[in-house]
């Protein structure tokens, strides 16, 4: 009898269940806002057609986008709710300054940082938190500050000359990262985690970092498990996790300890004169509400900015350097234009920044790295909340999230000839950057651009003039596999991820 009621109960409850999705179907079809707009008829339905490239195929949707691009055009529909457009053209209405641009909450929800700037939806809000941090990383600042990178620069080298006195092979990619790692944390919260002091360079915390991405896109789309995750107690997850597990934990939880030391520092409290020496401080010290210097809020701030530094610098020295030492005619090159530079500085190694900023090829070389690896592969949508967005014949409801992505525009033929090719010649001539002025953008563009920018480009001058003039690296079966995106990480995502495999020697003299 009971089995007949619960039966009786079953029936109605899938009947309601698939009207409903039969008739959000519909709605979504013919009636939704972006009916009209041209696209797979699966994505226009359900956001599991993104899941299935996101979660099961491992971060392919934005390679599938690209594709989807080619069918159906230059604007498409990629989700119930969003658009997408690879027009470069578009780029720079997109990516402006001029007006009010909100985030697309869905993606940025996944994080689980809604108090950070990152992640802050609104445009006015994140406004306001993000103008104490602009003198932090601000090109000045940078600069004034460059002797942090030359410090975990000099490390760097004395560990790469430890590889090259007992001729073992070194991976060239785990050190890098726990070199840019070193950099970031003294310089955001002025603590070094001292990476390239230990033996293996923590290699589950770059390999952990690497692989963070995962764990996003699936948040992405199961909502409740980002939150779940994170109210975890850190000793708990650091107990059921694998080895890289624990150490991106353990880490976590001293950012978040040395973040609360700093709060309760007297050296945290207003100062009427010189730079604050932290982020922190930074925070503290600004004209930002108490609600707004809250320990969750300005935990969450320093958390996401340290996790945007960390392995996004790293990824581009990875590329560049592969790129350079495979090719003897650009290594020498570069290494004559160091040379010559040296020696009207009357030095032999350690040009500053500022000199370094100023040479033609060294500079083309980076911008090509940062063209093939910028600091992200995934879309970055923008919602315009209070107008309607015109492209070409097509308008935009106000309040559609619409997204480029930077990846796929640095692949435009028509801007890059020869697209898949690592050439800095390109970037000797003067054409391809009057092409490129409006649509290069490796650290996005508008009012959300990277806030560590001129970080990352101070690590990547330094770096790669330091190394190239120091070290031969013979490349030891390493291969496009380690440094192309063919993932959407968050970050680059690549085919190999265990590292760039090297045999050091000292440059000749």
């Not at 800095?424 to 651009?449: C, L, N, Q, V």
């Not at 995106?485 to 968050?490: A, E, R, T």
Request: glycine share 6%.
């Amino acid at each position: 009898m009971e089995n007949i009621k619960i039966t009786s109960l079953i029936a109605p409850l899938l009947l309601t269940f698939l009207i409903y999705i039969l008739s959000t179907a519909l709605y979504r079809l013919y009636f939704h806002p972006l009916a009209r707009f041209p696209g797979p008829k699966l994505a226009a339905v359900t956001r599991l057609y993104e899941a299935y490239y996101d979660v099961a195929q491992n971060g392919k949707f934005t390679f599938k986008i690209a594709d989807i691009h080619k069918e159906y055009g230059p604007i498409v529909r990629i989700s119930p709710h969003e658009l997408h457009v690879s027009d470069s053209t578009f780029f720079e209405k997109l990516y402006c300054q001029e007006g009010q641009w909100n985030k697309y909450a869905w993606s940025y929800d996944a994080f689980s940082a809604k108090y950070s700037s990152i992640c802050t939806i609104d445009h006015d809000l994140h406004k306001r938190r993000r103008a104490p941090l602009n003198a932090f990383f601000s090109k000045a600042t940078v600069s004034s500050r460059q002797g942090i990178i030359q410090t975990h620069l000099n490390k760097l080298c004395d560990r790469i000359l430890d590889f090259e006195k007992s001729n073992d092979t070194l991976n060239l990619g785990t050190v890098i990262s726990a070199f840019t790692g070193d950099v970031a944390t003294e310089y955001i919260i002025g603590k070094s985690y001292n990476n390239l002091d230990r033996q293996d360079f923590n290699v589950n915390m770059t390999n952990v970092l690497q692989s963070s991405g995962a764990m996003w896109r699936i948040t992405k789309h199961i909502r409740f498990l980002g939150p779940t995750l994170k109210s975890l107690p850190i000793p708990v997850v650091e107990k059921i996790g694998d080895d890289g597990a624990k150490a991106f934990f353990a880490f976590l939880k001293d950012v978040m300890q040395t973040t609360r030391d700093i709060m309760s520092s007297k050296s945290a409290q207003p100062s009427s004169e010189g730079s604050a020496p932290t982020l922190v401080h930074s925070i503290l010290q600004s004209n930002l509400s108490p609600e707004e210097k809250s320990f969750d809020r300005i935990n969450d701030e320093v958390s996401t900015v340290l996790g945007a530094a960390l392995e996004t610098t790293a990824q581009t020295l990875r590329l560049v350097l592969y790129y350079v030492y495979s090719d003897p005619s650009m290594l020498h090159c570069l290494r004559a234009e160091l040379l010559d530079a040296a020696e009207n500085a009357g030095v032999k190694q350690g040009l500053p920044l500022k000199t370094l900023e100023q040479l033609p090829y060294l500079t083309s070389i980076l911008m090509e790295g940062l063209r093939l690896s910028p600091g992200l592969a995934t879309r970055l949508a923008r919602i315009a909340p209070d107008r309607s967005l015109v492209y070409d014949t097509w308008t935009i409801p106000a309040g559609t999230p619409v997204g480029m992505t930077t990846i796929l525009m640095h692949m435009d033929e028509n801007i890059y000839p020869e697209p898949q090719v690592f050439d800095p010649e390109r970037w000797m001539h003067a054409e391809t950057r009057r092409k490129a002025d409006r649509t290069y953008a490796p650290f996005s563009r508008g009012t959300r651009i990277c806030l560590g920018m001129q970080l990352a480009w101070a690590e990547l001058y330094m770096t790669v003039a330091t190394l190239v003039q120091r070290f031969d690296f013979t490349l030891e079966g390493a291969g496009p596999k380690d440094v192309v995106c063919v993932s959407d990480q968050f970050i680059i995502g690549t085919e190999d991820s265990s590292g760039l495999k090297v045999h050091v020697s000292k440059a000749a003299e």
